[in-house]
């Protein structure tokens, strides 16, 4: 398809274990941001990407959660030794722009539930 | 750091009536501003945008939003709304001419449609 896509959809773990989710960027597009949505609130920055290149990761809540992005492409935010204040929506959106004004297109997002 | 305060954590309007849904932000410099909506089951999707030239722009769907910038605001507004309007609606900012372009959203107002 021609949008953003993110797998899987809905994940349900247990505390401690360790997740990765996936982010296909719309083909072509440079920069890639990963946001987390809690109920009831707004989407919050996590990190992006340009290229490759991690920018700004200073929305990782802390060291269990990492990103990376090896070939420009795809995207995977891994969060090790999950906890239950992890449950949200995380959301994937990328854009054609290195820079500041191109408009950011979301994915449908994965919603990661902790046991 | 930039904030985004939406007033209205959910508004109940009948059909045909006339809507305007707060948006404040605070950050002294220049800035793009955003209306995203996520109707229900569906992704975050762009409603309207700002980045420079005429403060009120215009959306899809009728809608329109305009920048006051001695008051930080970016108001959105519909003459008439129909009760496939029913969504949540997010007023978002990232710094202008930035090379950190993640973007800052508010907590959302739900919409409320009666038919």
């Known amino acids: 398809g021609a949008g953003v896509s993110q797998s899987p959809r809905y994940k349900v773990t247990k505390r401690g274990q360790d997740v990765a989710l996936r982010c296909d960027p719309i083909s072509g597009h440079v920069s890639l941001y990963w946001y987390r949505q809690a109920l009831g609130q707004g989407p919050e920055f996590l990190t992006y990407?340009?290229?490759?290149?991690?920018?700004?990761k200073s929305g990782l809540p802390n060291d269990r959660f990492s990103a990376e992005r090896p070939e420009g492409s795809i995207s995977t935010l891994t969060i090790q030794r999950t906890e239950q204040r992890d449950s949200a929506m995380y959301r994937c959106?990328?854009?054609?722009?290195?820079?500041?004004?191109?408009?950011?297109?979301f994915g449908p997002g994965t919603r990661l539930t902790v046991l | 750091a930039q904030s985004v305060s939406q007033h209205n954590h959910h508004v109940i309007l009948s059909e045909a009536a006339s809507l305007e849904l707060g948006c404040n932000y605070s950050y002294g410099g220049t800035v793009n501003l955003f209306w995203y909506v996520q109707y229900p089951g569906q992704h975050l999707q762009l409603l309207l945008k700002y980045f420079s030239g005429d403060p009120l722009v215009k959306g899809i769907k009728g809608f329109e939003a305009e920048f006051i910038k001695s008051k930080f605001s970016f108001n959105l507004r519909k003459p008439s709304v129909q009760w496939s309007d029913t969504a949540e609606y997010f007023c978002a900012v990232n710094v202008a001419w930035s090379s950190a372009s993640k973007i800052i959203f508010g907590s959302g107002t739900r919409l409320s449609i009666r038919p």
């Open positions: 990407f340009n290229y490759e290149a991690q920018q700004d």
């Open positions: 959106a990328s854009s054609t722009r290195t820079s500041e004004n191109g408009e950011q297109f």
